[in-house]
């Protein structure tokens, strides 16, 4: 039984560059969220996805962030210029739509570091 | 909006003692809570929910929590820590979003079991 991957686990990368991120969900999943997580705080709620769609951004979303899931299956969260402030670690997590109780499962999260 | 407050950012205790982390939400509306628990430099694991039903929830490695309506609260026990309970624990709410629901995070309490 798989979980939610992504890859990669860590990316140190210089201001101004552009990163990408990728996120498996666990198979029969139809939602798919992205969080951010800065030191010391909460995750803090990106986006989401119900199959293909993105039905919600959060205001964190700036214009530098894009997020697809093409084929409703894996996901990628693409930040163009990166910023120092986009130091993070991105967080994706996926559930079952039937439920509808808000449980996600996590992934093992993408560690950004801009320098 | 509905929120999520953590009364505590870091808890230490020694091992074999009883520990309580504390949780109030807001909301004005039926709630599902839940606890997580992230150790360093991963993903976050879902610890126990509250959907409905008995207010005393159990979850994994011996941990349950209280769902108190009038308090507000949903505060987080164990009665015997060992030092793998060291790690950051996350409260969190689900709220309605935009076609589905979606978690809302308190800022997280330390955990920290001394020897």
């Known amino acids: 039984d798989t979980g939610v991957s992504q890859n990669p686990r860590h990316k140190i990368t210089k201001r101004g560059q552009n990163v990408t991120f990728r996120c498996d969900p666990i198979s029969e999943h139809n939602r798919l969220y992205w969080y951010r997580q800065t030191l010391g705080q909460g995750p803090e709620f990106l986006t989401y996805?119900?199959?293909?769609?993105?039905?919600?951004k959060s205001r964190l979303l700036s214009d530098r962030f894009s997020a697809e899931r093409p084929k409703g299956s894996f996901s990628t969260l693409e930040i163009q210029r990166t910023e120092q402030g986009d130091s993070a670690m991105y967080l994706c997590?996926?559930?079952?739509?039937?439920?509808?109780?808000?449980?996600?499962?996590f992934g093992e999260g993408s560690r950004l570091t801009v320098l | 909006a509905q929120s999520v407050t953590q009364l505590d950012s870091q808890v230490p205790v020694f091992e074999e003692a009883p520990v309580e982390l504390r949780c109030n939400y807001s909301?004005?509306?039926?709630?599902?809570l839940f606890w997580y628990v992230q150790y360093p430099n991963q993903g976050l694991q879902l610890l126990l929910k509250y959907l409905s039903g008995s207010t005393l929830v159990k979850g994994i490695n011996g941990f349950e929590a209280e769902f108190n309506k009038s308090q507000t609260s949903f505060h987080l026990r164990k009665p015997s820590v060992h030092i793998s309970d060291t790690a950051e624990y996350f409260c969190?709410?689900?709220?309605?979003?935009?076609?589905?629901?979606?978690?809302?995070f308190g800022q997280g309490t330390r955990l920290t079991i001394n020897p």
């Open positions: 969190a709410v689900s709220v309605r979003g935009q076609g589905a629901q979606k978690l809302v």
């Open positions: 997590a996926s559930s079952l739509g039937l439920t509808n109780t808000g449980e996600l499962f």
């Open positions: 996805f119900q199959n293909e769609a993105q039905l919600e």
């Open positions: 909301s004005s509306v039926s709630v599902y």
